[in-house]
């Protein structure tokens, strides 16, 4: 009796430290994951929303996110304590044999976080992309934001939690006078040559991050294009690429569904023409010998995103080996549509017979 009350108290007190860690951690918010969390929640909005933003502006934004703000959060879970140098050395990184501080209790000052930050960010993205790929899920913008945000999420709550369970005098602070402080002596207690390797360093730097920073948010038109499939209804009720109709009435129509998926990282508007083409085979080379036009629609999508319309398809005119042909412009189609000034186009081989 006496140890079930005894095991009650330790039980009911360490709920009790968990909690008042928790308040803590919310009430005592560090400012640097204040910011970071106030710019992963900004920017994210905003990269998912490529219409939204200019190729500049979201590059602006990439860089940091992908080569700085992932491996600043994980440090902050690693080391929550400031820089405490070690007896034994004059760095908090560098332990001699007969330290007695080990490593996450020396803790890491906010120069040496800024460099690792950039280090661990090469190593956390590629194993972000790898869970990405894992993923059940389709490639689009929004879906990769939320990987590397929900990251980044639940680093910043970890590591607010971690620092609160440290005492307020050893917990690590961005002190910004003082970086701002050692970047001008960097510049003018050094020699004029020191000083310009120090400032062409930094250029390099920053140019280097942005080439890379826009290479992954824009990326070449090779991987940007606007995928046209055909659907038809299963027995099901399911959409499915097959069981095409083939036998056509002329001025009958048949119920086929236009899927474009836009993969081109910016929102689109496409106009669709419907045309009915006679053709003759010379060769293997399909020469067109009389061509309807039937119908045209606009569908709009944004980056990654799916549209599907549904079209009731008919032939005016009657005859054997006809094709059916959605020609697809990401603009304003031309007075004679045809399948070589088209930007994407799919069809269907149809027979049409005369009404009874």
Not at 228 to 242: N, R
């Amino acid at each position: 009796m006496i140890r079930t009350i005894v095991t009650q108290v330790i039980e009911m007190a360490a709920l009790r430290r968990r909690a008042g860690l928790l308040l803590r951690a919310i009430t005592e918010f560090p400012a640097d994951l204040a910011v970071v969390l106030l710019y992963t929640l900004v920017s994210s909005v905003l990269l998912a929303r490529p219409a939204l933003t200019s190729d500049a502006f979201r590059t602006a934004l990439a860089v940091p996110l992908l080569f700085v703000v992932p491996g600043y959060v994980l440090l902050a879970v690693l080391f929550p304590r400031r820089s405490r140098p070690d007896p034994a050395t004059a760095s908090p990184l560098v332990a001699s044999p007969t330290s007695s501080l080990p490593l996450h209790a020396r803790g890491i000052d906010g120069v040496e976080r800024g460099v690792l930050s950039f280090g661990l960010s090469l190593v956390v993205v590629p194993l972000l992309a790898v869970t990405y790929v894992l993923l059940p899920v389709s490639f689009t913008p929004q879906t990769a934001v939320a990987v590397a945000g929900g990251f980044v999420l639940l680093c910043i709550a970890v590591a607010a939690i971690r620092r609160a369970a440290v005492p307020r005098e050893d917990r690590f602070s961005l002190a910004l006078g003082h970086y701002a402080e050692r970047a001008r002596a960097g510049l003018t207690e050094t020699t004029r040559l020191d000083a310009g390797l120090n400032v062409l360093l930094a250029i390099c730097v920053v140019v280097g991050l942005s080439a890379v920073g826009y290479a992954a948010v824009n990326p070449q038109d090779a991987t940007q294009y606007t995928e046209v499939t055909l659907l038809t209804q299963s027995d099901s009720g399911d959409l499915v690429a097959g069981n095409y109709p083939d036998e056509f009435v002329r001025g009958e129509p048949q119920p086929l569904t236009v899927s474009i998926t836009n993969r081109e990282d910016a929102r689109q508007t496409y106009e669709v023409v419907v045309v009915v083409q006679r053709v003759r085979d010379e060769g293997g080379s399909p020469t067109i010998l009389e061509q309807r036009r039937v119908d045209d629609f606009s569908l709009t999508a944004d980056a990654g995103e799916t549209t599907q319309v549904q079209h009731a398809a008919q032939s005016p005119i009657s005859g054997e080996n006809l094709r059916l042909v959605y020609l697809v412009y990401d603009g304003t189609p031309p007075d004679r549509p045809t399948t070589d000034n088209a930007y994407r186009y799919v069809h269907l081989w149809i027979d049409v017979s005369d009404p009874a």
